[in-house]
């Protein structure tokens, strides 16, 4: 085993979990995969497949224990509709699954690649065969886009992040209908400086419901000489008021390490888009796309990731200061 920087994700040993070769048609590579755990406990992987015209569609894996034996749709689960869905013409990436309890249906938030750009599209689907297109919410340049699992406040709320030359920060959106969205507020900045989450940031899985907020993980992107370096960090929402970041993580918890993901055809990339909790309410697993060529897990606790968070969330001067007098004592950081 293989231990991340901050020592609480370990790398399966079978790592990579999902790769091309494992396809039962011929593709390029496979990864970001969208992540749930279904009632009968089967883990289900929406994977972004990339095929060999450079497009991506999303098939799905499933697997009893979530490690191995993976079982694969033998043809695309879903496939870009640029007929009836201009906005897909080039192919449909990194998909965020959030059940929603109101309309028993999981709801899939995915990049759709329009001529113009990366935008956010949903669908619905009851059980990954059919799906409800409710087309482009969020136009481009925007992605990394996932749904809360219930409304807030009356309204469905939505974590994404649009993009310009100047600025690649979280945002949150809300809407009564999942089709026509307002309220849009900046929830998170990419920290600039020197900062390993500087560039941009972004949502990895959806945000999961724990008892002092919302806890997310995020990818920041760092920018130096040799191209874009992704980590992923840790931050807690407020329950009522997700806009409002409770805590942050100064240090990235997950990072390119591994060969695979330091190697690849994005090489230093680590992008999760799915994370499932295990039954015991404790252990998660976390899905991710390893240089954008194949699929890993990495496993750990939320109980400790939020222990983590609580003693490495300060501010750039309590951190020097904090690491002078090494007063965190979470054994972790
Ligand atoms: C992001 C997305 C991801 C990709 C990552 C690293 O902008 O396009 O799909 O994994 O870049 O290349």
Redesign the pocket.
């Known amino acids: 085993m293989v231990h991340s920087d901050s020592g609480l994700l370990t790398r399966d040993a079978i790592n990579p979990i999902l790769t091309a070769a494992q396809w039962p048609y011929p593709v390029t590579s496979v990864?970001?995969p969208g992540a749930v755990l279904l009632p009968d406990g089967v883990t289900l992987l929406l994977c972004?497949v990339e095929d060999r015209r450079g497009h991506s569609h999303l098939c799905a894996a499933r697997s009893r224990n979530g490690i191995d034996g993976w079982e694969i749709d033998l043809r695309p689960t879903l496939h870009p509709d640029p007929e009836h869905c201009p906005e897909e013409l080039w192919g449909i990436?990194?998909p965020r699954i959030t059940y929603l309890d109101e309309l028993h249906m999981y709801a899939v938030v995915y990049t759709a690649y329009t001529q113009t750009g990366p935008g956010v599209s949903l669908a619905l689907t009851e059980d990954f065969h059919c799906f409800e297109r409710y087309g482009l919410i969020m136009p481009p340049e925007n992605?990394d886009a996932a749904l809360l699992p219930y409304r807030i406040k009356g309204n469905w709320a939505l974590i994404h992040r649009p993009f310009s030359a100047s600025s690649g920060n979280m945002w949150i959106s809300y809407s009564s209908n999942l089709r026509d969205w307002g309220d849009h507020r900046v929830m998170m900045k990419a920290r600039q400086g020197g900062w390993w989450d500087s560039h941009k940031i972004g949502l990895t899985a959806p945000p999961i419901e724990t008892p002092k907020g919302w806890l997310i993980l995020y990818h920041g992107v760092r920018q130096n000489a040799a191209g874009?370096l992704?980590r992923v960090g840790a931050a807690l929402l407020d329950l009522q008021r997700p806009d409002i970041c409770l805590k942050r993580s100064d240090e990235w918890l997950f990072g390119p390490e591994a060969s695979y993901e330091r190697s690849g055809d994005?090489d230093n990339?680590v992008?999760p888009c799915g994370a499932t909790i295990c039954p015991d309410g404790d252990t998660i697993h976390i899905y991710y796309?390893a240089a954008?060529t194949s699929v890993a897990v990495a496993t750990g606790s939320k109980t400790a990731i939020l222990e983590w968070l609580a003693c490495n969330s300060t501010s750039p001067y309590k951190y020097i200061k904090r690491n002078k007098s090494k007063k965190c004592n979470c054994g972790s950081g």
Request: a negative charge; charged letters at 40%; aromatic letters at 24%.
């Open positions: 990864f970001n972004r990436e990194d992605k874009s992704y994005v990339v992008f796309g954008d």
